[in-house]
C-alpha cells in the first residue's frame, strides 16, 4: 500500500446507531513523526514558497485539507 | 528583550462577514491549547532547561506571540462590523454582553484563560514532551477549524499556523535527542 499521511480505520457499526454512520474514519500522522534528527542537506522550497508554505524544507510541508469534504 | 516588526508573519485575509467563525477561533486565542498558552509556556521554560535548547524555547515562544496577532486579527475582521443582532446569531451574544467587540483570552466556550494550562516541571525532558504534546494538540486544533471553515482565505492562514505547530514539534522532538545525547550536529531552524 502507498505511504500516506492520512490513515484510516473501520470502527463497528451497530445496527441501531441513530446517525448515518461513518464507516471510514481517519486520522492524521505528518511527516515530521517519521523524520526523526533532521538530516543536513535536504530539499528546500523557494524562499517565496517557504513564506507561503510554513517551511522551507520539503520533507516536513503537510497540507491539510477537510476530510468531511466527501460527506458535506 | 524583543524588536517588533509591525506586520504579520502571514497575511490575514477573510472573504466573508461570519461572525460565527470568531467565535471557534477564538479556542486558539484563550484555549488550552491556543497561542496564548504557548507562548508563555515555552518563554517561562527557558529559565529551567540546559543551554542547548534556551535558544529553542525563545525562537519558538516568540513565533506563538506572532501567531496570536494572527487569530486576533481574524477574529476582529470577523466581527468588526457585525451588528449585535448578528453577533447573537452567531451565539455571540453572552460575548457581547461583557466585553462588547473587544477580545478576551476565552476559549471558545467562553472559559476564561488560566495559568494551569500550561505546565512548567522543571525536568527537561518532561517540560519537552510536555510541548511536543502541546503542539500536535494546536495542530489538532487548527484542522478542526479547518474542517469547520468554509473560508478559502481563511483556511489559507490556518494552513500556515498548522504547518507551523507541525515544524515546530519537529523540532522539539530534535531538542529531546540533543538532551538524550550530547551530539555534535548542526540544527537547522
Ligand atoms: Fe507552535
Redo the contacts between chains.
Sequence with gaps: MAFTNRKTYTPFIGRYDPCQPIRVKTYETPPHLYLGFQPPGLEQFSPKEALKRGTLWKALYSPYTSPYGDYR | MWVYEKKLQ?PVRVSQCNPRLAKFLIEQYGGADGELAAALRYLNQRYTIPDKVIGLLTDIGTEEFAHLEMIATMVYKLTKDATPEQLKEAGLGAHYADHDKALFYHNAAGVPFTATYIQAKGDPIADLYEDIAAEEKA??T??WL??MSDDPFLNESL??????E??H??RF??AV?ILKEA?E??R?F
Design positions: 502571514y495542530r489538532a487548527y484542522q479547518i474542517d494552513a500556515f499556523l498548522r504547518e507551523r507541525v515544524v514539534s519537529q522532538r530534535e535527542e551530539r550536529q548542526k537547522f
